[in-house]
């Protein structure tokens, strides 16, 4: 059991049942009244959000999230399909829970699947992930108005923002955790 001193941005929680992450934490005490912890907590399975707030002598159950290696095979429907990389069984998870995340996986692509009571609930990407840029529009000479940055489109299809001298066919990294341009990677 956690204390909500031991609550903070990334500890994984349950609450009624249910597999959540902390995306949010703000810890306050005032006069003489107890202590609260208000919470922004990310459901692992359904990937809905929810605002909690917890008391002073409130004791919080720790998720237990194992993760497995998985390769992205493909998606249709709306449901992305994964291989577990250990025992080739293959499985999917719906795109509302894997989210933002969708939209940095291509076919091929290892990663972490996070399980809890034995069943996957959602992915895990690494922080940097590598993409070739398959549109840039020309860089002109003086453009720097908007900061001097552009917008590209990656192999996924998304479009980033990166500085003026990235062109098409250029690879480069991506923070997956903000979505932004990271570096250029090394060809």
Do not use: W
């Amino acid at each position: 059991m956690l204390t909500l001193t031991k609550i903070k941005v990334g500890t994984r929680i349950i609450v009624n049942d249910e597999p959540f992450v902390v995306l949010f934490s703000q810890h306050s005490k005032s006069g003489r009244a107890g202590a609260v912890l208000r919470t922004k907590l990310k459901n692992l399975k359904t990937g809905a959000c929810i605002s909690k707030t917890f008391q002073g002598a409130d004791k919080i159950e720790s998720a237990v999230i194992e993760t497995r290696k998985a390769q992205f095979l493909y998606s249709s429907n709306n449901r992305y399909f994964f291989m577990d990389c250990s025992s080739y069984e293959q499985f999917d998870i719906d795109a509302v829970v894997i989210g933002e995340n969708t939209k940095f996986l291509t076919e091929g692509t290892e990663i972490d699947i996070l399980y809890f009571n034995e069943y996957p609930i959602n992915i895990e990407l690494p922080i940097k992930m590598e993409f070739e840029v398959t549109e840039a529009p020309p860089s002109i000479r003086g453009n720097t108005s908007d900061g001097g940055s552009k917008r590209v489109v990656i192999e996924t299809g998304a479009k980033i923002n990166t500085p003026l001298f990235i062109k098409t066919g250029d690879k480069i990294r991506i923070n997956t955790q903000t979505g932004k341009y990271a570096e250029r990677a090394n060809s």
